[in-house]
């Protein structure tokens, strides 16, 4: 069983910057994805972008050019630095993970189902 430990969030103004993060107890299976999720009140959860053991991310149209995923793959830690936050980026923040050996199979075309660890969720707000 993997457990999944985000830190980091917080309360900002617009325009600010924050930078989660997520320790994992393991990483299993010689593939993975990781990503990062978000949740408003009232609202479904998104994907906000994802990455995999050779490094390859993908994002959200939404916050393209503003976050950045990456991973200390030494330390079992995901990041995500999300810069000129947005009153709409006011969210749950979510880690989770894909684990899986053999066929590659790209992030992007993981659905949000097949992520079956999760973290217990950061809270971000953005005020204007």
């Known amino acids: 069983q993997v457990q999944l430990v985000e830190s980091g969030g917080g309360s900002v103004q617009s325009g600010g910057s924050l930078r989660l993060s997520c320790v994992a107890s393991?990483?299993?299976?010689?593939?993975?994805?990781l990503g990062w999720f978000r949740q408003a009140p009232g609202k479904e959860r998104e994907e906000v972008a994802a990455i995999d053991r050779l490094g390859i991310t993908t994002y959200a149209d939404s916050v393209k050019g503003r976050f950045t995923i990456s991973q200390d793959n030494a330390k079992n830690t995901l990041y995500l630095q999300m810069n000129s936050l947005k009153p709409e980026d006011t969210a749950m923040y979510y880690c989770a993970a894909i684990f899986w050996s053999g066929y590659y199979r790209s992030c992007r075309a993981r659905s949000t189902d097949e992520y079956n660890y999760w973290g217990q969720g950061t809270q971000v707000t953005v005020s204007s």
């Open positions: 393991a990483y299993t299976g010689s593939r993975y994805c």
